[in-house]
């Protein structure tokens, strides 16, 4: 396994073994399928669910969170004079625990709820280690997502040594490799393409400096477009990887810059992560039901309001979840905000009977809607991004004009966006990125139509290739989401 | 529309491979392709790490750091001028007419030393040059950078291919383009006899010599911007502590002996010239305040001319003493001088003059010390303070 810098790998081994007591503890109650489970079969499920969750989060906190609270822990105390300094212990983040831990936590709470448990029991007697492990630790998708649910990987694992040696190897390997060099391409030259200028940018406002409106806007939209193309790149991989070992993964990204709406974007970017949120956290917390006070006379009201409110969690916990940062609890609580608001329209137009007027569906309104939601994107992106808060309101400054940079007397690309090193092919990638990202069907349906045809073999063959000549060329950059 | 369809059904690009067959082709199919660009790029060659250029006149790209690699193999020089922005006016014409020999300058700008040290290790391997001129520039820095492309300068030749492998050269190749992002600006060979790097004369320089007034008409220009302000807080500000560190000490002689003086060890043939880039005296002024320790530096420069002394093909050059310091027409910003000081630096070799050694060093920094102290900087922090409305 080979991960991000920094990671602590040998810590990954423990979180399986410990959730696994937890699961089969949750299966066993009472499981017919376990015969070890007599002794315990008689305590109560739930207080193993909640300690298997507990100690997911926990782990989770403890080594993703300690440096982030222990820092504002000693700026608070510093202004109430108290001033504790306790020294920052640095930890290391075990390889790939943010994807893991939402794997584990699902597994949990489905065998506790007996829901999509069928995978699990299926001629089984008792849960198969090795299958859970493999669950949890299978590479492709182990380090930054998708993330996978048991209901769609167990039963791939089961049947796949009767797989083996049929002619369907063949046919996922051609469709592995063709994805695959997808992918590459998208990481080694589109994204890594937009990291240089990206990360020029953001280095300039970070330390306090300024850039100009064409760079500032360059270097957001720099950084939007390496976002997108990074983590979809990794996810195609993934998909390719898995399909050469005959297992197909999630789809992970549809089209999401096409969205019109934020609650679109969010179906359509990272779909895996939306999908976990909305199953073990905002439908628990209620979802748009909220059925706890469906008695209330007032019924109507609260399930808005109480809907809003578990949009806005599960936004803001999606931004914890990206790391901890001010930057990112800015983006999420930005996402939730703008969730609300969409909601909000959408009870307005479903009060006044809008939601069928002409102009509603008129280009003009589309393409609007469109502008409105991807620029906040990108504004937001800018939040997600900065390593520290004054980066971000510097950089936001710049786009809209705020603090006023001298533009160069001679409107050239090279001068023009000189502080992050762009150069007339910024311009390029950057109309390309728009074009290939509005224009073009995604990698999955491009996948769902292939066919092992000679043009396919050509392109393939050349995104690979080129991606792997760039790839010696250029330094290592590491994929963005495996920060997380 | 069912024409264009039925011609696609039947077109070769659609014949349908098979899996294995599309896996293959996959592998395989690009392999002619990458041989042929990989020749064509080879042929082509626009930065000269194979060959001089076929087909087409002599260019070279204006930054050496690439630049350097073609220069240093293929033309026929024996003497270089190695330094940075502070080298890069110096003519190698009036240094092969006042010193002998054959010498380009391959400064790089805003190299440090270790950077330099990735070409003189090239330069070394490949032949043994007669004469190298060398700038010190922040010589009580320890700062590294990693700039340099360094598969142009190792030992592999399979690599040296990986600089080309970018959209930007392969599409060049494809066309074989002469334009100057391609391959480098046309007039350089004849830039080659006097210094391609050569800043001296260009538009935005230019106007910035010769007073503070005009210093103040290029105030927002990046290389001045921080210095009205920096000159505006001087009487505020307390004096920077004044002190030897012995474990920086240790870290700066480390980076010279590592990146400079084995050099001159390993080369005795060679003959080195050394000079210490004469910066403005409001530049020593200001660092007595906000900038770096002087006493580290004359610790420093104590203990490399020490170093020289016992390497009979190397010499040390310094202007600190002189009263070119202290006129600020002679500078651009803070440090870097006219192209005189450049003439003033090759007469200096020529007639042995100015040299630095283990007999003078006391006095030269002592000299230098007491002219530090003796500059008015209140005239300029003056007018500073009026064009910011303090």
């Known amino acids: 396994m080979s991960g991000g810098g920094g990671q602590n790998n040998d810590l990954f081994i423990e979180s399986p073994l410990s959730s696994l007591a937890n699961d089969s503890f949750s299966l066993s109650n009472p499981n017919p399928f376990n015969p070890a489970s007599s002794k315990i079969h008689k305590l109560n499920p739930k207080f193993f669910l909640i300690l298997g969750i507990v100690f997911n989060l926990a782990l989770l906190g403890f080594f993703k969170y300690t440096d982030f609270f222990l820092e504002n822990f000693n700026a608070f105390s510093k202004i109430l004079s108290l001033d504790f300094a306790i020294p920052l212990p640095h930890i290391l983040l075990p390889l790939a625990i943010s994807f893991f831990t939402f794997q584990q936590i699902a597994f949990l709470v489905d065998c506790y709820r007996r829901v999509d448990t069928q995978d699990l029991q299926e001629e089984r007697k008792a849960l198969n280690f090795l299958d859970y492990c493999l669950f949890v630790c299978f590479f492709p998708q182990l380090i930054a997502g998708p993330i996978v649910h048991h209901k769609e990987m167990m039963p791939q694992f089961h049947t796949l040594f009767a797989r083996i040696g049929s002619f369907a190897v063949w046919g996922h390997c051609a469709k592995g490799i063709f994805i695959f060099s997808l992918g590459l391409f998208k990481k080694v030259v589109i994204a890594d393409s937009f990291a240089k200028w990206a990360n020029a940018g953001f280095a300039v406002v970070e330390q306090g400096g300024n850039l100009n409106i064409a760079e500032s806007w360059a270097t957001s939209l720099s950084y939007t477009f390496q976002l997108y193309f990074d983590f979809s790149g990794y996810c195609d991989m993934a998909i390719g990887l898995g399909l050469f070992f005959g297992i197909m993964l999630p789809i992970n990204f549809n089209s999401p810059y096409k969205s019109l709406n934020i609650s679109e974007f969010w179906r359509k970017w990272h779909i895996t992560l939306g999908r976990f949120l909305k199953d073990y956290l905002y439908i628990p917390l209620g979802g748009n039901q909220n059925k706890k006070y469906q008695d209330s006379k007032f019924y109507a009201i609260l399930n808005k309001v109480f809907t809003l409110r578990n949009l806005f969690i599960v936004a803001f916990l999606s931004g914890i979840w990206h790391g901890a940062g001010f930057g990112f609890i800015v983006w999420g609580s930005l996402h939730g905000l703008a969730m609300c608001v969409h909601r909000i329209y959408g009870f307005i137009l479903e009060r006044f009977q809008l939601q069928s007027a002409r102009f509603l569906k008129s280009k003009v309104y589309q393409v609007l809607c469109w502008f409105v939601t991807f620029n906040f994107l990108n504004c937001t992106w800018i939040f997600f991004r900065s390593e520290n808060m004054q980066g971000a309101i510097n950089l936001l400054k710049g786009m809209f004009g705020i603090v006023w940079v001298e533009m160069p007397q001679k409107i050239r690309a090279p001068l023009l966006l000189a502080n992050i090193e762009g150069r007339n092919d910024t311009l390029i990638y950057l109309a390309l990125a728009f074009i290939v990202c509005l224009c073009f069907s995604n990698s999955i349906k491009k996948l769902e139509q292939f066919s092992p045809n000679l043009l396919n073999a050509l392109f393939t063959g050349v995104l690979f290739c080129y991606s792997i000549l760039m790839l010696a060329s250029t330094s290592y950059t590491e994929f963005i989401y495996f920060n997380f | ?390």
């Open chain 2, 1 to 390: 529309m069912w024409n264009l369809k039925n011609q696609w059904n039947q077109s070769i690009f659609n014949k349908n491979l098979g899996e294995r067959g599309f896996i293959v082709g996959v592998l395989l199919i690009p392999m002619p392709f990458i041989v042929l660009l990989a020749i064509n790029l080879y042929l082509y060659d626009p930065v000269q790490i194979f060959h001089k250029p076929y087909f087409r006149e002599i260019t070279f790209f204006g930054d050496m750091r690439v630049a350097a690699r073609g220069i240093t193999q293929h033309y026929n020089f024996d003497s270089y001028i190695l330094g940075t922005s502070m080298l890069e006016n110096t003519s190698a014409k009036e240094a092969r007419e006042k010193l002998g020999g054959k010498w380009v300058n391959i400064s790089l700008s805003g190299s440090t030393f270790n950077e330099r040290a990735v070409v003189l290790e090239y330069l070394f391997k490949h032949q043994l040059p007669k004469q190298v001129l060398y700038s010190l520039d922040y010589l009580v820095s320890v700062h590294t950078r990693n700039n340099m492309p360094i598969q142009l300068y190792n030992d592999s030749s399979i690599d040296d291919f990986s600089f080309y492998f970018n959209d930007r050269f392969i599409l060049c190749s494809f066309v074989w383009s002469k334009d100057k992002n391609c391959v480098g600006k046309s007039d350089s060979e004849a830039r080659l006899e006097d210094s391609i790097v050569r800043w001296i004369d260009k538009e935005d320089i230019v106007g910035r010599f010769g007073g503070f007034e005009n210093w103040v008409k290029f105030k927002n220009h990046e290389q001045l911007k921080d210095v009205f302000k920096t000159l505006s807080q001087y009487e505020a500000s307390s004096p920077k502590e004044n002190s030897i560190i012995e474990e920086l000490n240790v870290a700066i002689q480390g980076n010279i002996t590592k990146n400079i003086l084995k050099f001159v060890k390993q080369n005795r043939q060679t003959q080195f010239y050394f000079v210490i880039p004469p910066y403005s005296r409001l530049n020593y002024k200001l660092n007595s305040k906000f900038g770096g320790n002087f006493l580290q530096f004359q610790s420093t420069l104590s203990w490399f001319v020490s170093e020289l002394g016992k390497y009979p093909n190397a010499t040390l050059y310094g202007f600190d003493d002189l009263d070119y310091a202290d006129e600020i027409a002679n500078y651009k910003d803070l440090t870097h001088y006219n192209v005189d000081m450049n003439l003033m630096q090759l007469d200096a070799i020529r007639d042995g003059k100015h040299i630095l050694t283990s007999e003078n060093i006391e006095e030269y920094l002592k000299t230098m010390e007491s002219k530090i102290l003796e500059y008015n900087i209140e005239p300029l922090a003056k007018v500073a303070k009026e064009m910011l409305g303090e």
